[in-house]
């Protein structure tokens, strides 16, 4: 009896110790998951960190190389601010900026806006002219418009004033001559100042024509008592008022192929990949010879591929499995980009207001 006793207690023990342990490799095979997961989540993160780092990095790079800059231009917020014109058209893109742009797939136009500089080099006699540096993108067949924009200085009472334009142009004997271009009546108003235009479009066309000739143009503004009332230079509290020539041309439609894919948040547990979010703050970068925008939402890429592999091209996938020495495996990139509309200084000190393109990723996939 003392052994069958024994017996059933030898069997309760092993019964509970089976029990417990049955509950602990649970217990330890939960943790060793999610210690896994917890790895893996890391893992995904850092992968995530790593592609926007290299997102901003092909940003910046990719800027400079279609500027042609070998560097961002070292132009300071205090010098921007005496650059920077204020001017209709200029405050007219600021007011209505659109980071974005609507369509690819129509013609765009780029704007440039080129800043006069005093010269008494050209000077003849009382003369002197202000001159302009023309940007190479500029050609006779692609100029949709061009304007001579002028400030005048305020009057102090209501006037009539005479603005008119005179280009130099070379003779036989290589001296320059004045050649009146345009000239435009204003009805001036007492204490005002204000911006006139003129279109140049025929001058401008005509300078390409004569690559060797000066781009420069004498403005002169007259009241009825012979007083010059164009700024043509940048006086003490005239900065921001020279003249400038603002240009568009044409620029050439470019289709991209339409896709779509995931998109997830920086909260997201997707593997797979996916578009996040990335907004590009320039300001950081320290680039202020950027004008506008100052930030933008750029996305960016990350994830993995085999899935979505698998489901789009089975056929690449079956050879990446029989050969998986051969090939790196599909990435995950991105599918459709859009440009964006920016306007800056170029190296030569120049406004610009065009289309960069490949700035904005709207769809990733593998490939």
Known sequence: LHQVHLSLLMLLLLGVTAILSAGFCRELNRTSGQMAEGIEACSACEFREHSKQMRLYSIKSQILSILRLEQAPNISRDMIQQLLPKAPPLTQLLDQYDPRVEDEDHATTETIITMATKSDSVAKGRLSYCLFSLSPKIHTENILSAQLWVHLRPVHMVTTVFLQISRLKPDREGNNTRVRVRSLKVDADAGTGSWQSMDIKSLLQAWLRQPGSNYAIDINAFDPQGEDLAVTSAEPGEEGLQPFIEVKILDSPKRSRRDSGLNCDEESAETRCCRYPLTVDFEEF??????????????????????LHLQQYPHAHLVNKANPRGTAGPCCTPTKMSPINMLYFNRKEQIIYGKIPSMVVDHCGCS
């Open 286 to 307: 320290g680039w202020d010879w950027i004008i506008a925008p100052k930030r933008y939402r750029a996305n960016y890429c990350s994830g993995e591929c085999e899935f």
